[in-house]
Nanobody, 125 residues
């Protein structure tokens, strides 16, 4: 079973930056497309960003486009989400997800096979 472990969450002021990471076992990371999602209290889990196995394909939600950057280091079996210009509405638990299968709709939670436990990101106003 794949293991995904997020880290790097925390408390930051509006306009600040934070980078969250997701480390995976090498066996499950290899060949996997990766996504970041977030869930705020009382809301459904929503798509944030996606990156293909090769890293040459990325996609972002409209709400984070231009502020967040997804990247991956396949040698370290780790995917990152660099978050800049943070807003209070970015406050949520951030989850990484992976899939060894082809993903046709990165925004769909059902496309992903494995999920991490999440890391809390809080942006104060």
């Amino acid at each position: 079973q794949a293991q995904l472990v997020e880290s790097g969450g925390g408390l930051v002021q509006t306009g600040g930056s934070l980078r969250v990471s997701c480390a995976a076992s090498a066996r499950t990371f290899s060949g996997s497309a990766m996504g970041w999602f977030r869930q705020a209290p009382g809301k459904e889990r929503e798509f944030v960003a996606f990156i293909s196995w090769t890293g040459d394909g990325t996609r972002y939600s409209d709400s984070v486009k231009g502020r967040f950057t997804i990247s991956r280091d396949n040698a370290k079996s780790t995917v990152y989400l660099q978050m800049n210009a943070l807003k209070p509405e970015d406050t949520a638990v951030y989850y990484c997800a992976s899939s060894l299968d082809y993903i046709s709709t990165p925004e769909d939670v059902d496309e992903y096979e494995y999920w991490g436990q999440g890391t809390q990101v809080t942006v104060s106003s």
